[in-house]
């Protein structure tokens, strides 16, 4: 692969959290040098004086689009989907399996780890790993998910996902009340699996039992979690107070805007994780589709199930960061590490991707501006996965 240096742009440095005038230098698909005048004689210059660099976006988060869904294996369009997902600036995802039917998670967990063992596809987002939200659920807090597709968490289960979902990262939401919760964790935990608080009715004593047993993230803050209430601040107040990671879904409906400033003023910023909890209608139109076991139909850019519950969201992350600078006032080079850093950290992968340094894969986006106002916001221009540019 031919050497390239990027020449002329505000490259954002995730340390110090600010934007530096700086070349880069990409050398066989990874970052080999970040400075001022950076000099190789046998490499292709690409000016973007002016611009900016932001590291490629990873949704830790999300069942799918373009009319696909990561469940649903046996009409899956791998290359349509994650050439989406790169179009729209979000360079690696997490594939996220909702409730179903045991045999067939296990089929869907195959199938997504046949995909990330071949060999990379030009213009396509990467898999990282699996995250599987669903199945061991509380059903009282089930939202989209069918109740007769949950179940209670075993270590027999554990076992036989943990190997078809291998290597890590891999990514396991759940209620931590259930009977064999705990127990679950901390098996978990040993194999190097990282776990969420998700559709969960637990109080905030479970929850810190959950906390110690080794759940790092509550899966989409306040979405499916138990009320904070001030006698009773239930999982969303341990989630609010405690060190670990919260996910937020920045789309303005599964979170009213006052609300994520909230957790965005109260939780330190290197803990908050935006996703899009996207479904298949993203980047797909209205219409209606299917997930969890449940029929959606998606109208004016909601998705709801029969019975009015929420069905993931039509978000796409890049949108989601200028959101979260709109709703809570964040600092735009903040809310990109919201979606690049943070879950690469959560993740265990950031010695790999998650910023512009060298030794790491070169994932990249270049827009135009660093500023979001209320009626303008940057504009995405090219996509860098690789090395390769794919927009």
């Known amino acids: 692969m031919k050497n390239t240096v990027l020449t002329g742009a505000f490259v954002l440095d995730s340390e110090t959290r600010t934007f530096k005038r700086n070349d880069v230098l990409i050398s066989d698909g990874i970052i080999e040098k970040v400075a001022t005048d950076v000099n190789s004689s046998d490499a292709e210059i690409i000016d973007v004086k002016g611009k900016y660099i932001i590291p490629g976006l990873i949704d830790m988060h999300t069942h799918g689009r373009a009319g696909c869904d990561f469940n649903r294996t046996e009409r899956m369009d791998y290359n349509k989907m994650l050439s989406s997902y790169a179009y729209a600036g979000t360079t690696s995802v997490m594939a996220t399996l909702a409730s179903d039917e045991y045999d067939s998670l296990i089929t869907s967990l195959k199938s997504i780890n046949s995909i990330r063992s071949a060999p990379p596809v030009h213009g396509n987002s990467r898999i990282l790993g699996i995250h599987l939200e669903g199945r061991y659920l509380n059903p009282l807090k089930r939202g989209a998910h069918g109740e ?51 559709h969960s009715d637990a109080t905030a004593e479970k929850t810190k039992e959950a906390l110690d047993a080794g759940i790092s993230s509550f899966t989409h803050l306040y979405n499916a979690m138990r009320p904070l209430h001030h006698r009773e601040p239930g ?34 910023k290197s803990k908050i994780i935006l996703i899009t909890d996207s479904m298949e209608a993203t980047d797909n139109g209205d219409g209606d589709y299917y997930l969890a076991g449940m029929f959606v139909t998606v109208r004016d850019g909601r998705a709801l199930t029969s019975d009015g519950a929420i069905a993931g969201s039509l978000l796409s992350l890049f949108d989601g960061v200028t ?69």
């Open 148 to 198: 007769s597709l949950l179940a209670l968490p075993t270590q027999k289960e554990l076992c036989e996902i943990s190997d078809c979902a291998m290597p890590l990262p891999f990514h396991i939401s759940l209620a931590p009340e259930l009977e064999g919760g705990l127990d679950f964790i901390r098996r978990g935990r040993e194999l190097g699996i990282t776990f969420g608080i998700a």
């Open 235 to 268: 999982n969303t107040g341990v989630a609010l107070i405690s060190d670990a990671y919260a996910e937020v879904i920045c789309d303005g409906l599964h979170i009213h805007p006052d609300m994520v400033k909230l957790a965005y003023l109260t939780k330190d």
């Open 323 to 391: 959101n979260l600078c709109r709703f809570a006032g964040a600092d735009y080079a903040d809310a990109v590490l919201c979606a690049s850093k943070n879950p690469a950290e959560l993740l265990g992968v950031y010695d790999r991707i998650g910023s512009i340094d060298a030794g790491k894969a070169a994932d990249l986006l270049i827009i135009d501006s660093a500023e979001v106002t209320e009626n303008s916001a940057p504009v995405l221009e090219k996509v860098c996965i690789g090395g390769i540019f794919v927009r």
